[in-house]
């Protein structure tokens, strides 16, 4: 990976970030809305190698971890995505197909927001974090998931723009 | 070659969930470079939040706007005759409207307990993705406000303050699965424990198992040691309804939350309470109903102009 990719990478990382704390979280969206961050990262996990994958997965999970809305423990979202990023890339990498077709795509990355946020949920429990009742924990999840699902196919062509321009390689949605 | 590349991101991978681990272990320990990793993050984003919190203003009105269609159908009627630019200017009025009725409500309530309070507008929402219910508020440790204080509006108990930053603080909201706090029936001065619950009902467990409560009573904030993170008699919520299941150790009930979490605008952070508890003096008047007044005229018929009188 050169300089330039990576440099561009988190320039990348970084703005949509940015746009992720100041702009998204204060629109106020019904259910708690969805992570732009959350669905940019694994996306972009989802183009890459299982390797980069975990790697975009370390960099997305710390900087989420660094928002002053997380109040778990710093490295736990790090955690969570590095297993959910390198496995995102791996079912991408495995199954051709799944890139190739937006609506495979946007399923993979629901599953991967509703993974990864019930994977958190464990490792807080884990920790000894106090959760909330069932009821709000499923339909915190599930509305995550419809917004994650509303958002993909709007996210998606911008970003993989983004990756070949990074990557230097045709289009892969 | 293929299988050096495989050993290769085997290795990736374990190295960085061991670091990953590692950051976990270490912020579990309270390694004060962690902690001072988020609030550096927190100081850079901070400039960029109030920017945007002025700039998503009008879209956020718009959103809330849509949600609340039916309960203000004849407000939206009234902004539909006006052009783009007035509607647009009317939503700015009606938005600094809002957050001055809040301020007002927030320093009469802050004002009848006689605490000493700084206010702060709300500038982020936290997400939701942690199960968490948290605000951002623009006022930090340069406007003096500690971890630990607690937080209140018009109506009664936002939250308290969780972390406090150089310009922001967190505050973590009532209806946070964390939260608990001692409260107390007014009234009959009964005493239990409130949880957030993450939605918009807390649930209330009494401490003794001879207390009864019914639906409608107040529940009011019993207090700290040195009232923090709470200060005594703030309105907090009513018992909806009660849960009398044979068998259970003591009485729990449903209380629905004086404050509207989906609608702060501008809270008050208490800095300094007075020594006197003010018991249930905090809570709001029951709405007393107005008489209407009725008119009643009565008609006298004139005497008819009798033709001797008229000359």
């Known amino acids: 990976m050169s300089t330039r990719k990576i440099g561009l990478t988190a320039l990348l990382f970084l703005i949509v970030y940015v746009v992720q704390e100041a702009f998204i979280t204060q629109l106020g969206i019904t259910g708690g809305g969805f992570s732009l961050f959350l669905i940019f990262a694994l996306l972009w996990a989802a183009l890459s190698s299982p390797d980069i994958g975990a790697l975009t997965g370390f960099v997305a999970g710390l900087l989420i971890d660094l928002s002053q809305s997380t109040s778990g423990a710093l490295g736990q979202w790090t955690f969570v995505l590095i297993l959910v990023g390198f496995g995102v890339s791996y079912l991408g990498l495995g199954y051709e197909n799944v890139r190739m077709n937006p609506f495979t795509i946007t399923f993979l990355i629901t599953m991967a927001v509703v993974a990864a946020r019930v994977l958190y949920l464990l490792l807080s429990l884990l920790l000894g974090e106090s959760m909330g009742s069932i009821t709000s924990i499923v339909i915190s999840i599930l509305i995550g998931a419809l917004w994650t699902a509303a958002a993909t196919p709007l996210v998606m062509p911008v970003i993989a723009r983004a990756y070949d321009f990074i990557d230097d390689t045709r289009s892969r949605i | ?311």
Request: aromatic letters at 4%; zero cysteines; proline letters at 6%.
């Open chain 2, 1 to 311: 070659m293929a299988r050096g590349g495989e050993n290769r991101g085997r290795l990736l991978l374990i190295i960085l969930v061991i670091t990953s681990l590692f950051l976990i272990t270490l912020d579990l320990r309270g390694v004060s470079v962690i902690s001072g990793l988020r609030s550096g993050t927190q100081t850079a984003l901070s400039p960029v939040q109030s920017f945007g919190s002025i700039v998503l203003s009008p879209v956020r009105n718009f959103f809330v706007d849509v949600i609340n269609l039916g309960r203000t159908r004849s407000e939206m009627e009234e902004l539909r005759e006006t052009n783009g630019r007035l509607q647009s200017q009317l939503r700015e009025k009606i938005n600094i409207d809002s957050q001055l009725e809040q301020l007002q409500g927030s320093l009469d309530l802050a004002g009848k307990a006689g605490f000493k309070v700084v206010s702060a507008r709300v500038i982020s929402q936290g997400a939701t993705t942690s199960f968490t219910q948290t605000i951002t508020i623009d006022a930090g440790s340069r406007n003096g406000i500690k971890p630990n204080m607690t937080v209140i509006n018009a109506f009664g108990l936002v939250g308290v303050v969780k972390t406090v930053f150089p310009n922001t603080a967190l505050i973590s909201l009532a209806i946070d699965p964390s939260f608990r706090v001692g409260v107390r029936v007014a009234g009959s001065q009964q005493i239990g424990i409130l949880s957030g619950q993450g939605s918009r009902k807390g649930v209330l467990q009494l401490l003794d198992n001879q207390s009864t409560i019914s639906v409608g009573d107040i529940l009011v904030a019993r207090g700290s040691v040195e009232n923090q993170p709470f200060v005594p008699g703030v309105p907090i919520g009513e018992v909806t309804s009660v849960d009398n299941a044979a068998g259970a150790v003591t009485q729990t009930a449903d209380v629905s939350f004086f404050v509207n979490f989906s609608a702060i605008g501008i809270v008050s952070v208490v800095m300094k309470a007075p020594d006197v508890d003010p018991r249930d003096a905090l809570i709001p008047k029951a709405p007393v109903p107005t008489p209407i007044p009725t008119v009643t005229v009565y008609v006298t018929p004139s005497r008819s102009p009798s033709p001797s009188s008229g000359g």
